[in-house]
T-cell receptor, first 114, second 116 residues
Framework: EAGVAQSPRYKIIEKRQSVAFWCNPI?????LYWYQQILGQGPKLLIQ????????DSQLPKDRFSAERLKGVDSTLKIQPAKLEDSAVYLC????????????FGPGTRLTVL | GENVEQHPSTLSVQEGDSAVIKCTYS??????FPWYKQELGKRPQLIID?????GEKKDQRIAVTLNKTAKHFSLHITETQPEDSAVYFC???????????????FGQGTILTVHP
């Protein structure tokens, strides 16, 4: 089966600019996650969707980050305006509904903020 | 919220030796504990997981043990090979209830290097 797709793979922007990331989950996966992975650390959940509804966004910096999942399939994560500390890999993952189901990760988008 | 601590941060072994990575978690309601392997520049991939109703699970050279009372779990890799070299992450999750349903909290990662 096709895996989780993400684009772009790399992005370099200057601070205060805006950026958007796109994720296409595995077909049929109701749950979609966005993680931030700073170099040398484990992934940190930013937001979790169940279909097109938000389940958990407690660690999303809502003053600058936003995410949506229209029609319960693709999702976009936006940062506006970006800060230097936003430099990280942004990973999208998806799973079937239910916590015991494996989360499949996409290749990630490496963001560098200058 | 959940907090997962992972040790050691780096681990260097000779090919054929065993490697052990340990994690502790804080939320006694967590009941699902996956381990992910992440090679340099690649995505994390699940290698083994364990649910709280079992104490040990094995898959070929990889095993995971869970001590619910002490709130810690460990990854054991036997007969290590150079291709086992990667970053390993433990994680913890709750089965159901509230807004944290399915949310994975990851440890900080262990860089495993297997020398030929």
């Amino acid at each position: 089966e096709a895996g989780v797709a993400q684009s772009p793979r790399y992005k370099i922007i200057e601070k205060r600019q805006s950026v958007a990331f796109w994720c296409n989950p595995i077909s049929g996966h109701a749950t979609l996650y966005w993680y931030q992975q700073i170099l040398g650390q484990g992934p940190k959940l930013l937001i979790q969707f169940q279909n097109n509804g938000v389940v958990d966004d407690s660690q999303l910096p809502k003053d600058r980050f936003s995410a949506e999942r229209l029609k319960g399939v693709d999702s976009t994560l936006k940062i506006q305006p970006a800060k230097l500390e936003d430099s990280a890999v942004y990973l999208c993952a998806s799973s079937l509904q239910g916590v015991y189901n494996e989360q499949f990760f996409g290749p990630g988008t490496r963001l560098t903020v200058l | 919220g959940e907090n997962v601590e992972q040790h050691p941060s780096t681990l260097s072994v000779q090919e054929g030796d065993s490697a052990v990575i340990k994690c502790t978690y804080s939320d006694s309601a967590s009941n699902y504990f996956p381990w992910y392997k992440q090679e340099l520049g690649k995505r994390p991939q699940l290698i083994i997981d364990i649910r709280s109703n079992v104490g040990e699970k094995k898959d070929q050279r990889i095993a995971v043990t869970l001590n619910k009372t002490a709130k810690h779990f460990s990854l054991h890799i036997t007969e290590t090979q150079p291709e086992d070299s990667a970053v390993y992450f433990c994680a913890a999750s709750k089965r159901a209830g509230g807004t944290s349903y399915g949310k994975l909290t990851f440890g900080q990662g262990t860089i495993l290097t297997v020398h030929p």
